[in-house]
């Protein structure tokens, strides 16, 4: 019986045990992934939120969503023809650049894809997010919030007082500017005024079936650019 592809060993980059431990079981992860499961996606991502990834796992439970460290999830596939794992996967790990997942699957191509271009869930944009609309408040009062949290509006920039009880703009606010980028304080006052002006969105970038092999989706600049500008918050594995 012919050697299986997946028992290769690949050396890993010099590290402390520990982290050897936790490469060396995302490797071995990602190989049994690709035994388990018909095809492999590759997706980018927009304003990734843990708890909303979460729901997204349940979704698609069996199916398997992965992250990790693009180098380590590479040498899982195969970086090259001589080490991948199966036929033609090598091309899928060259995919891996800037914040990547993988989605391991069974469902079909028309499945996958249909649900990714549709699903999409509004987020509260962080610092460094890149504002696509002014948001002015008028000056009055804000009947939304507690009395208790008006120093803190103040001390996140709002010139506000208490009127009668009441927190009040003493005058115009303007919170964000469009084509501006949120500051910390500018970020958490829209999330206390409930705007969310983010979206979480997957795309995908690239996919490998067996016995089909790999295929390329096209992804435009901007989704690639626009990639989550606030950072990854994102559970590995």
Not at 30 to 47: A, G, I, L, P
Not at 152 to 162: A, C, D, F, H, I
Not at 197 to 219: D, E, N, Q, S
Request: some cysteine.
């Amino acid at each position: 019986m012919p050697k299986s592809k997946r028992d290769k060993k690949i050396s890993l980059t010099k590290t402390d045990k520990k982290g050897l431990v936790l490469k060396q079981k995302i490797v071995e992860d990602v190989r049994n992934c690709v035994e388990k499961y018909k095809s492999v996606y590759v997706f980018t991502y927009r304003n990734m939120r843990n708890e909303t990834m979460k729901a997204v796992r349940e979704e698609w439970k069996p199916s398997r969503f992965f992250f990790g460290k693009n180098k380590v999830i590479a040498i899982g596939l195969g970086r090259t023809k001589e080490e991948e794992v199966d036929e033609d996967l090598h091309k899928l790990a060259r995919v891996l650049k800037n914040q990547c997942g993988l989605l391991f699957t069974d469902c079909t191509k028309k499945e996958v894809v249909d649900w990714f271009e549709s699903y999409s869930v509004e987020e509260y944009a962080r610092a460094g997010f890149k504002v696509n609309s002014t948001i002015t408040l008028d000056a009055g009062p804000l009947k939304q919030f507690s009395h208790a949290i008006e120093p803190y509006l103040r001390s996140l920039g709002m010139p506000t007082k208490l009127d009668k009880g009441v927190v009040t703009l003493i005058k115009e606010f303007e919170v964000c500017k469009k084509g501006s980028v949120l500051t910390p304080e500018q970020a958490k006052i829209l999330e206390l005024l409930e705007n969310r002006l983010a979206k979480f969105k997957l795309i995908l970038k690239a996919k490998w079936t067996k016995g089909k092999g790999f295929k390329k989706f096209k992804i435009t600049e901007d989704e690639e650019d626009e990639n989550d500008e606030a950072g990854m918050e994102v559970e590995e594995n």
